[in-house]
């Protein structure tokens, strides 16, 4: 069973960029496929992206985010990452990394299909 932990969180202003990282304490993040989410305040959690596990293949929230987040991942160091450039106010939000367990060529946006997930990690832009 992954255990996810998320970090990289904070404080930036517009324009800036964040790297966030996800890494499973049971250290076996190479048997999932993974994905991003996000929460913002009085809104409905939403796919951000999502990796094959072995980063062959990835998935971007369409006009959201594609262009200025990446997802890769590093199975020798048990690490998922959310690299963010150039973000908004609006990408304001508690994120949240998840696994897949049952695929690991699952590259969808269905939260649903996600087995574990971290506790979130809080990322604030201000403008």
């Known amino acids: 069973q992954a255990q996810l932990v998320e970090s990289g969180g904070g404080l930036v202003q517009a324009g800036d960029s964040l790297r966030l990282s996800c890494a499973d304490s049971g250290r076996a993040l190479n048997r999932y496929a993974m994905g991003w989410f996000r929460r913002a305040p009085g809104k409905e959690r939403e796919f951000v992206a999502s990796i094959t596990w072995s980063g062959e293949r990835t998935n971007y929230y369409v006009d959201s985010v594609k262009g200025r987040f990446t997802i890769s991942r590093d199975n020798a160091k048990n690490t998922v990452y959310l690299q963010m450039d150039s973000l908004k106010p609006e990408d304001t939000a508690v994120y949240y990394c998840?696994?897949?367990?049952?695929?690991?060529?699952?590259?969808?946006?269905?939260?649903?299909?996600?087995?574990?997930w971290g506790q979130g990690t809080q990322v604030t832009v201000s403008s």
């Open positions: 998840a696994a897949v367990s049952r695929s690991l060529y699952y590259t969808g946006s269905d939260p649903t299909a996600f087995d574990y």
